[in-house]
């Protein structure tokens, strides 16, 4: 099933072309990454695929264009933000956030407490949310998302601030989903390394599409250094 289709995608702010031209498909049980430097228009791109943002161009996501998704189905889609943005002096407890963010699904002590053992967290949910480390919000975050089971996940930069063995931990969880579940997943990263070994394929912008293609393929030296602009090292991991 085609869970994302975007052609022609073209987005102005503040008077400034962030994209021009962007094309992106994605399958389910596909693992896209969208790889760019800083300003490329990678989470711009996320922002039109969740209907947040105007733009010229066709672009529809399960099958509808982003707008006119109805409630239900927005809830197939999960997002994992680089940092989730509300007021963190609000007088929550981690669980109360999971509630306001998942409703009825977080709504007894089991489901809360499966929801954050997925990333290992579970020792967070009676802490207040304003005593929560950036990594530990994040995890929180990526838990409710992988909560609604979605058919869709988009991630941008998902593992800001969180540990490695806890990074490595949510990888394997959301490559198991994928194959299990037939989950679509659209992934920005700047960790080329994760981009080698999770992605099915690789989709370069640079304002423009730059390339398009396997890891084995994209993630060359002469075509990253001409993405990045400067030298690149990669760490190419092996599944033995």
Not at 94 to 117: F, K, M, N
Not at 145 to 161: R, S, Y
Not at 187 to 195: A, E, G, K, W, Y
Not at 198 to 216: D, K, N
Request: glycine share 8%; aromatic share 4%.
């Amino acid at each position: 099933m085609r869970l994302i289709t975007a052609s022609g995608v073209e987005v102005v702010l503040g008077g400034r072309a962030v994209l021009q031209g962007v094309s992106l498909e994605l399958q389910s049980g596909e693992t896209v990454a969208l790889i760019g430097p800083n300003g490329a228009g990678k989470t711009t791109l996320l922002r039109v695929l969740l209907g947040l943002l105007p733009y010229r161009g066709r672009v529809e996501v399960l099958g509808k264009p982003p707008e006119r998704l109805t409630r239900a189905e927005r809830q197939q889609i999960g997002y994992v933000p680089q940092a989730l943005q509300f007021d963190r002096t609000t007088p929550l407890l981690t669980r109360e956030l999971l509630w306001a963010l998942l409703g009825e699904r977080a709504q007894t002590h089991a489901q809360l407490h499966a929801i954050l053992d997925a990333v290992d967290a579970t020792h967070l949910l009676e802490k207040p949310v304003r005593t929560l480390s950036g990594g530990e919000l994040q995890r929180v975050v990526i838990a409710a998302a992988l909560a609604q089971q979605p058919k869709l996940l988009l991630l941008d930069e998902p593992a800001t601030g969180i540990d490695v063995g806890v990074r490595l931990q949510f990888y394997e969880l959301i490559e198991r989903l994928r194959a299990e579940q037939e989950m679509g997943v659209l992934i920005v990263s700047h960790d080329l390394s994760v981009v080698s070994r999770y992605a099915t394929r690789v989709v370069c912008i640079h304002h423009r599409l730059i390339c398009t293609g396997s890891p084995e393929e994209i993630l060359q030296m002469p075509i990253l250094e001409e993405l990045y602009g400067h030298p690149v090292g990669i760490y190419q991991h092996r599944h033995e």
